[in-house]
């Protein structure tokens, strides 16, 4: 029973370029979370989607990162225009249902770690 | 964003020694979790609580969800080498209309053998 796989593990990018981080979510699980870590830090939560529906964007930056969440396929998380600031790891979780009814764990990937030159 | 406070930051003990770290926040929370994170790998769930004054252990793992709902300890008995890593405590509760997990920002624990 696969656990929530992301790819890629590792990601260099220029500046202005293109990133794009998949993850597929555990078997079973239709809810997706992208969080963002900075080295020594937690986990900054930045978006909740389930299946081609955005639910919560609070902390997305505004510009130049976007996610979806298809109907078939991973997850996408999209960095456009890279800057060195937004050199982190980037972790995804999914869980079977929402979190509103509780009994809900997140179960979290490998991450990847984004790099930009 | 928001975070809850981890407490103590960072600890180094020697192996065989109990270990206690904890997590506390202003508001109020409906579900508290908590992973480990190994180096160069994501966070992997050890306990999770669902009631106030809930303890539940996990092997040498015992995990309490505070009556007040604003805190949680974890305790490690009789550490080991392999218990190294980085711990984090998350609170769930409704915010912003939707529900989210809160992360706290993190215990890193060093095992000298």
């Known amino acids: 029973n696969a656990g929530v796989m992301q790819n890629p593990r590792h990601l260099v990018r220029r500046r202005g370029q293109e990133a794009r981080l998949r993850c597929s979510p555990m078997?079973?699980?239709?809810?997706v979370y992208w969080y963002r870590q900075l080295p020594e830090e937690g986990l900054k939560f930045m978006v909740y989607?389930?299946?081609?529906?955005?639910?919560?964007e609070s902390g997305m930056p505004k510009e130049r990162f976007s996610a979806e969440f298809p109907k078939e396929g991973p997850s996408i998380l999209r960095i456009q225009q890279v800057v060195r600031g937004d050199s982190a790891a980037y972790f995804c979780?999914?869980?079977?249902?929402?979190?509103?009814?509780?009994?809900?764990?997140?179960?979290f990937g490998p991450g990847t770690r984004l790099t930009v030159l | 964003g928001q975070q809850l406070n981890q407490s103590p930051q960072s600890m180094f003990i020697q192996e065989g020694e109990d270990v206690s770290m904890n997590c506390t926040s202003s508001?109020?929370?409906?579900?508290w979790l908590w992973y480990k994170q190994d180096p160069g790998e994501g966070p992997v769930l050890l306990i999770a609580?669902?009631?106030?004054?809930e303890l539940t252990s996990n092997g040498r793992l015992t995990a309490q969800f505070g009556i007040t709902r604003k805190d949680s300890f974890l305790n490690i008995s009789a550490s080991i080498p392999s218990d190294v890593g980085i711990y984090f405590c998350a609170g769930q509760r409704s915010l912003g209309g939707t529900y989210k997990y809160i992360f706290g920002t993190g215990t890193r624990l060093k095992v000298l053998a």
């Open positions: 078997k079973g699980h239709s809810h």
């Open positions: 609580l669902y009631k106030a004054g």
């Open positions: 979780a999914s869980s079977p249902q929402g979190l509103a009814g509780g009994y809900n764990e997140q179960f």
């Open positions: 508001s109020i929370f409906n579900t």
């Open positions: 989607l389930q299946k081609e529906n955005i639910i919560d």
